[in-house]
């Protein structure tokens, strides 16, 4: 079956700008994920939401970064006012949590460049 | 607070010799385990994972890891390696039930002579 796709897979923008990062989690999976990887790094954790609602957020850096998913399925982390420091590899990932098993599998990312 | 510790930045292994990648983890209980692996420009892929039992557990081409909870570890071998493994590995913990977060270490670079 289909896995997660993110779209785009890559975004070029200019210090300031407004973005937004979609992810399509896997058909099913009631959790999805969001992860920032920067370069020679582990992912770390940014927001997990449970259905529609955001369970944990306690990753997100700052107020400049937001994620909805307002259906449940599709998600969308929206970065206002990027900075230099954003720049890094997003990753969504969607889990089914059977039995509190917390399985995750991931998107290819987006790779975000701030200029 | 979770974290994880995997000591190997980089290994070089012969192709056909054998490989073990190691983790540590501190977390006040038995968190659940996993290995991810990443190529270059692509995802991680899920090749193991521990959730409780048999603490040696078989993955995806090849690789298994054991869980030494004496020694808080989750090492990742593999008998033979082949080319195509050549990857950037990581080890991860999660919490069992509230924290849903995979905390994540830093990577082990694996390059593969001929």
């Known amino acids: 079956g289909a896995g997660v796709s993110q779209t785009p897979s890559n975004k070029v923008t200019e210090k300031g700008k407004y973005v937004e990062l979609r992810c399509d989690p896997i058909s099913g999976h009631t959790a999805l994920y969001w992860y920032r990887q920067s370069l020679g790094q582990g992912p770390e954790f940014l927001i997990y939401?449970?259905?529609?609602?955001?369970?944990?957020d306690s990753g997100l850096p700052n107020d400049r970064f937001f994620a909805v998913r307002p259906e449940g399925s599709v998600s969308t982390l929206k970065i206002q006012r990027t900075e230099r420091g954003d720049s890094a590899v997003y990753l969504c990932a969607s889990s089914l949590r059977l039995a509190g098993k917390n399985e995750q599998y991931f998107g290819p990312g987006t790779r975000l460049t701030v200029t | 607070a979770q974290s994880v510790t995997q000591p190997d930045i980089h290994i070089t292994v012969s192709e056909g010799a054998s490989l073990e990648l190691r983790c540590n983890y501190s977390?006040?209980?038995?968190?659940?385990l996993f290995w991810y692996v990443q190529s270059p420009g692509q995802g991680l892929q899920l090749l193991l994972k521990y959730f409780s039992g048999d603490t040696l557990v078989q993955g995806i081409k090849g690789f298994e890891a054991e869980f030494k909870r004496s020694q808080s570890s989750f090492n990742l071998r593999k008998p033979s390696v082949h080319w195509s493994d050549a990857a950037e590995y990581f080890c991860?913990?999660?919490?069992?039930?509230?924290?849903?977060?995979?905390?994540f270490g830093k990577g082990t670079k694996l390059t593969v002579n001929p």
């Open positions: 977390y006040g209980a038995t968190p659940y």
């Open positions: 939401f449970q259905g529609t609602g955001a369970a944990d």
């Open positions: 991860a913990v999660c919490g069992q039930g509230g924290s849903e977060k995979l905390v």
